[in-house]
T-cell receptor, first 115, second 109 residues
Framework: GAVVSQHPSWVICKSGTSVKIECRSL??????MFWYRQFPKQSLMLMAT?????????EQGVEKDKFLINHASLTLSTLTVTSAHPEDSSFYIC???????????FGPGTRLTVL | GQQVMQIPQYQHVQEGEDFTTYCNSS?????IQWYKQRPGGHPVFLIQ?????EVKKQKRLTFQFGEAKKNSSLHITATQTTDVGTYFC?????????FGPGTRLSVLP
């Protein structure tokens, strides 16, 4: 099946620093990728939709200046958490659909801990 | 906005017992998908239902899509310890996907 990779798998950083997370579709092209945040024992909350060649679409309540998304190519989307704070600590997961309304293939997730 | 609800939130069963989780949408869905997330893992796609009244089976798992395309269910027959995890439904509304809160299943051996 389709594979989506994410890097890094975990990161610990100091408050105020920025962290970049990469999401790659390994064997298919994805014009759209989704970024989710998941707090412990909770559901996935969609943060934004990453669109190749255009601006990302952010969900209500998600600060676009804090969570910078760049869909650099048909196989790569990046999420940068700028000036991270402890409340940003979470599990960040990306996904990519292989077809416009098809199944989502999820990356393995990135666990971010901000000290 | 669109909301997807799921019940129960938690379910503890003895190995061999059946399990069912229910998913309800406030509005009509284009399709619905089901995912399983093992503890510490990421969601893995199980199935997609598109047609009104559709029923699909995968071994011990049976998935149903309601006639009105607003609800769905996942039924596991004779649970095994490998079924442990959180089961999420995800409703599709045009271009948007909305995940339900999930049902966490634990299976006691």
């Amino acid at each position: 099946g389709a594979v989506v990779s994410q890097h890094p798998s975990w990161v610990i950083c100091k408050s105020g620093t920025s962290v970049k997370i990469e999401c790659r579709s390994l064997d298919f092209q994805a014009t759209t990728m989704f970024w989710y945040r998941q707090f412990p024992k909770q559901s996935l909350m969609l943060m934004a939709t990453s669109n190749e060649g255009s601006k990302a679409t952010y969900e209500q309540g998600v600060e676009k200046d804090k969570f910078l998304i760049n869909h650099a190519s048909l196989t790569l989307s990046t999420l940068t958490v700028t000036s991270a704070h402890p409340e940003d600590s979470s599990f960040y997961i990306c996904s990519a659909p292989r077809t416009s309304k098809g199944e989502q293939f999820f990356g393995p997730g990135t666990r971010l801990t901000v000290l | 906005g669109q909301q997807v609800m799921q019940i129960p939130q938690y379910q503890h069963v003895q190995e061999g017992e059946d399990f069912t989780t229910y998913c309800n949408s406030s509005t009509t869905l284009s399709n619905i998908q089901w995912y399983k997330q093992r503890p510490g893992g990421h969601p893995v796609f199980l199935i997609q239902l598109v047609k009104s009244g559709e029923v699909k089976k995968q071994k011990r798992l049976t998935f149903q899509f309601g006639e009105a395309k607003k609800n769905s269910s996942l039924h596991i027959t004779a649970t095994q310890t490998t079924d442990v995890g959180t089961y999420f439904c995800a409703g599709s509304y045009g271009q948007n996907f909305v995940f339900g809160p999930g049902t966490r299943l634990s299976v006691l051996p």
